[in-house]
């Protein structure tokens, strides 16, 4: 292995920033910042191959030699610049060990403060402070911390002897501790009013409390607690939380977290002391100003984990009474430092930071800095105002945007117009508007979503264990903690909507409801409204608004800096977007989402109204052709106007039209109500519809009579799609719109069966257009089928454009069923067999090799055969990035995704000229 052990301190940093793949996030952040000369305690960086090599061999640091005594070297380094030792009462050193990925991924691994601590050392600690307070509250947080990560204790272990002094205290202060529940306490007796004295006992039973679990002594030893840390930190990659935000996020297992180890600075050694976070702009809205929050007297998890709710950072933006506590009033050096720093920060690495900070006894320190987590809104925001600025270029702005994050953008917003009955108001965390059921607890807001019901969790606050049902529900609200909590940081980074710090809210786990004090026009409390589990409410996270029932939305519009940047994203991109859409409705939305053509028409959908499905099953259940005919005579109309619908929206743009696919007992009546009324209008007995309809039942349907061969046996079915395709055609370019018709045949397997259909269509123009008709038309197939893909070369002979269906592709190529492997897919994922479901990103591997192959094939007879995509993968990112790489012209998607595959289609084309 190379160089694994990284220092940095006084201005130096050993490695290069740039290898984050190394260092970690955090770690390259440190080593930056330090470079730039900014105050950042001095520490070491432990690199991410280290820590794999830890986890296979499953071994300790301390085993390795090189390893232990690169660190040891490294922590005299420390030890030296500091003027203190790990272990020195006289002049003791106190780290953190802290963990950190390549990407980040903010509170889902963990991290030990305090370390170094033991009974001499808090005693040289009380003595060197004057505060055996201080000494001691960081003693007992560091047995709880390094007892959970390292050594398995539970936290809830501890709860105990706290709450018993919490009690103390206030029993001493003529509080009834009767009456009051653990929360309200809490506040009436916050954990920085423990008396020192208390605190002694506190550690005492807290080591009690390990001797009990753990059956060992807490470790006094610091070097053995160092060693500890860092391999719990290393192993906290595997941690359920963290596996479960990388399936998320897409973060491969293979990455591994570094880990960093650095002198601790203080924030709660009194009133001249702080911590906080800030965001060089919103991360909300994107507005530019410094945005974020402190504590004073405080250590820096406190801001994060909401146990107190934090003050503004600048009185500019802080409202009414806040003003007063804002760090810029309570500490204006300091802040001004601060506003330096920001400044700098954002400047060198020409992005949105999130920065952590302490200030120890009215001296500023950095400790983290990374390129902050925002919503779509937000992201779009920052990017365009960048490159207004000069900061980034117009195409960096185009990169800067996660493609799937602007779906947010994309979504229905409250309607201003309807009646709605506000119950709350607390922090706009994370925006979007969401409608659920209440739920109380992340498991069963995992279930409930799973039985489709959509859900809004409700908690006091969040932590990483939740993550999972804050992923299953539509909303989050938490009672407490700001704009940088938990809660609000991982709802922005789903994209999810989220209210934090609605303190107006009281919520009971035990009764499973939340009490809500209501205040009237007049700003005085006038109902209390008691909701319980499973009532529907409404949030609004742009405003952070709660509202009762479920309030009706809008849709979203596309204007301001979003616009622009879609101007900057069409202006790189080379392939074309094209929506997939069976309606007028449908192909006037996806215009305006930019939609350049329609590359899936799916004409089944069109007969499942009313009228037309009687005709349809009539056609269906006839057993001879003439009757069969008599049906679909009656079918021609409304498809025909259909058609002409469709093309007069999109006049000027190609419209692909596939021709019947389903199997035909989709349409089969499915009671006995129907089955009469057929028979009437049929002529025919109910018991011989029966018959046939039992007849027409297929084993295997996916794989059975549908697509193309529909039309082997019965070829009157395309013949009237034809017919109606191109009588439209020609109606509508009478009235001088531009028609381009692209006629479609599904799931072939064979030129022979293209030659066939195309013997059909030949008949059926003569009829329509006449012998030298100017109106165009192209005729090309959907390669679904792994047949397909390998005869594509003489598909092309007849065909004129392919158009891969990678939907059945990939469930024929993979031997999938969509509609089954919800039963075993998701544990593909979760083991990691599969990195992603294919059927949401495509397997580039396997089925992309099918789609290279049809397209190297197609092309080698017909070099400008048209190619598109035209399944679910078109409007994924990912895919679209594959899709760029084999050349093909246009990718097809959803309407509400034809914005995020212009984006994405448009990185694509910057990172192919990037690398060609
Ligand atoms: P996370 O990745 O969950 O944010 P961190 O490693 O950043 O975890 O640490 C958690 C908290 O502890 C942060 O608020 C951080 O600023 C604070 N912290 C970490 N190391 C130190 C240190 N050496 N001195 C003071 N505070 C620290
Ligand atoms: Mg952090
Ligand atoms: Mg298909």
């Given amino acids: 292995m190379s160089k694994t052990v990284f220092y ?3 201005g130096l940093a050993e490695g290069d920033p740039k290898r984050k793949d190394l260092l970690g996030g955090k770690g390259a952040g440190l080593a930056e910042m330090t470079s730039l000369g900014l105050p950042v305690p001095a520490g070491i960086t432990l690199s991410t191959e280290l820590c794999n090599a830890v986890l296979a061999e499953n071994k300790s640091v301390r085993d390795d030699a090189g390893v232990r005594d690169a660190v040891l070297t490294a922590l005299a380094r420390i030890e030296a610049s500091q003027g203190a030792k790990l272990g020195d009462p006289a002049k003791p050193l106190l780290v953190s060990v802290r963990s950190g990925a390549r990407a980040s991924m903010p509170g889902m691994m963990d991290t030990i403060l305090n370390l170094g601590m033991n009974d001499a050392v808090a005693e040289g600690m009380a003595k060197k402070t004057g505060s055996p307070r201080f000494a001691y509250d960081a003693y007992r947080r560091f047995i709880a911390m390094y007892s959970d990560v390292a050594l398995g204790v539970k936290r809830e272990l501890f709860e105990h002897a706290l709450e018993e002094a919490r009690h103390g205290v206030a029993r001493s202060r003529g509080i009834d501790t009767t009456r009051y529940n653990g929360e309200e ?6 954990d920085s009013e423990l008396p020192a004295e208390d605190l002694r006992k506190i550690v005492d039973a807290y080591k009690a409390v390990v001797k009990k679990a753990t059956g060992k002594d807490f470790p006094a030893e610091p070097r053995d607690q160092l060693w500890g840390a860092i391999d719990a930190v290393f192993h906290s990659w595997g941690n359920h939380r963290a596996i479960v935000y990388r399936r998320m996020h897409d973060i491969p297992d293979s990455w591994g977290t570094a880990c960093t180890i650095q002198s601790m600075v203080f924030g709660n050694l009194g009133d001249t002391s702080a911590t906080g976070v800030a965001f060089t702009r919103d991360p909300s809205t994107g507005e530019k100003r410094l945005y974020g929050e402190w504590l004073p007297n405080a250590q820096g998890e406190d801001v994060v984990a909401g146990i107190r709710t934090p003050h503004a950072l600048s009185a500019a933006h802080a409202g009414g009474s806040e003003k007063e506590t804002s760090l810029e009033v309570k500490m204006p050096e300091a802040y001004k430092a601060f506003v330096a720093v920001a400044e700098k920060l954002e400047k060198h690495f020409r992005d949105v ?5 302490t200030i120890q006894e009215g001296k500023l320190y950095i400790l983290q800095c990374r390129s902050a987590k925002r919503t779509g809104r937000a992201a779009v925001r920052t990017a365009v105002e960048m490159a207004k600025e000069g900061l980034i270029t117009h195409e ?3 990169l800067r945007v996660d493609p799937s994050a602007i779906d947010q953008l994309l979504h229905p917003t409250l309607d201003p117009a309807a009646p709605k009955k506000l119950l709350a108001r607390g922090l706009p965390a994370s925006p979007g508007a969401a409608q659920g059921y209440i739920v109380f607890n992340a498991d069963e807001a995992e279930r409930r979503a799973g039985q489709g019901k ?3 969790l409700v908690r006091v606050e969040t932590s990483p264990e939740d993550i999972h049902g804050m992923k299953a529900a539509r909303g989050i609200i938490t009672a407490r903690g700001g704009m940088t909590s938990h809660a609000a940081v991982v709802a922005r980074g789903m994209g999810k909507a989220c209210i934090a710090g609605c303190s107006a809210i009281h919520v009971s786990y035990e009764k499973q409801t939340m009490a809500i004090t209501v205040y009237g026009e007049d700003g005085k409390p006038n109902e209390t409204v008691t909701l319980k589990k499973g009532d529907l409410i409404t949030i609004d996270g742009g405003t952070g608004s709660l509202y009762e029932g479920a309030v009706p939305t809008v849709p979203a519009g596309l204007g301001g800096e979003f616009g622009e940047l879609m101007v900057w994203a069409d202006a790189v991109r080379t392939m074309k977007v094209r929506a997939n859409a069976d309606t007028p409705l449908d192909a006037r939305t996806a215009r305006g989402f930019g939609a350049e053509g329609i590359g899936l028409c799916r004409t089944e959908h069109m007969f499942f109204e009313e009228e037309r499905i009687a005709a349809m099953r009539e056609m269906i259940l006839s057993d001879d052709e003439p009757s069969r005919r008599k049906a679909l005579a009656k079918l021609l109309p409304s498809q025909r106007e259909d058609f002409i619908g469709i093309f007069r929206e999109m006049n000027g743009l190609p419209v692909t039209v596939r021709l019947l696919d389903p199997p035909l007992h989709e349409f089969l009546p499915n009671d006995d109500k129907q089955i009469e009324a057929l028979s009437v209008t049929m002529g025919v007995s109910a018991e011989k519809l029966r018959q046939r309809t039992k007849d027409l039942h297929e084993f295997n349907p996916m794989l059975g ?3 193309c061969r529909l039309a082997v046996t019965f070829p009157e079915i ?8 191109l009588e439209a055609a020609l109606a509508v370019s009478k009235e001088g719109v531009v028609v381009i018709p692209e006629i479609m045949i599904p799931l072939a397997i064979s030129k022979a069966e293209l030659v066939k259909m195309r013997e059909i269509l030949d008949v059926v123009k003569l009829e329509v257009l006449g012998a030298d008709s100017k109106l165009a038309f192209t005729f090309g197939t959907m390669v679904e ?28 190529t993979m031997g999938l069923s969509r509609d089954d492997a919800g039963k075993f897919l998701p544990a593909y994922i979760e083991s990691g067999i599969l990195p992603k479901d294919p059927f949401v990103s495509l397997d580039q591997e396997g089925v992309g090799a099918l789609v290279q192959m049809a397209v190297e094939r197609g092309r080698k007879t017909k070099p400008n055969i048209k190619l598109g995509v035209c399944g679910e993968h078109g409007g994924d990112p990912a895919s679209i990035g594959f899709f760029q790489k084999v050349g093909l012209a246009y990718v097809s998607c959803s309407p509400f995704r034809v914005a995020i595959a212009r984006l994405a289609a448009a990185q694509a084309a910057l990172r192919a000229k990037a690398q060609s």
Avoid: K
Wanted: hydrophobic letters at 50%; proline letters at 5%; zero cysteines.
């Fill in 8 to 10: 940095f301190g006084e």
């Fill in 185 to 190: 306490l809490r506040r009436m007796v916050p």
């Fill in 353 to 357: 930071q999130d920065i952590e900070f």
């Fill in 396 to 398: 960096e702005a185009v």
């Fill in 454 to 456: 959509p859900v809004i």
């Fill in 705 to 707: 009579h549908r697509g």
């Fill in 718 to 725: 395309y013949e009237m799609q034809f017919r109606a395709i």
């Fill in 785 to 812: 089928l792994p047949r397909a893909a390998v005869m594509a070369g003489e598909l092309a002979e007849v065909a004129e454009f392919f158009s891969f269906g990678t939907n059945d592709l990939t469930q024929a």
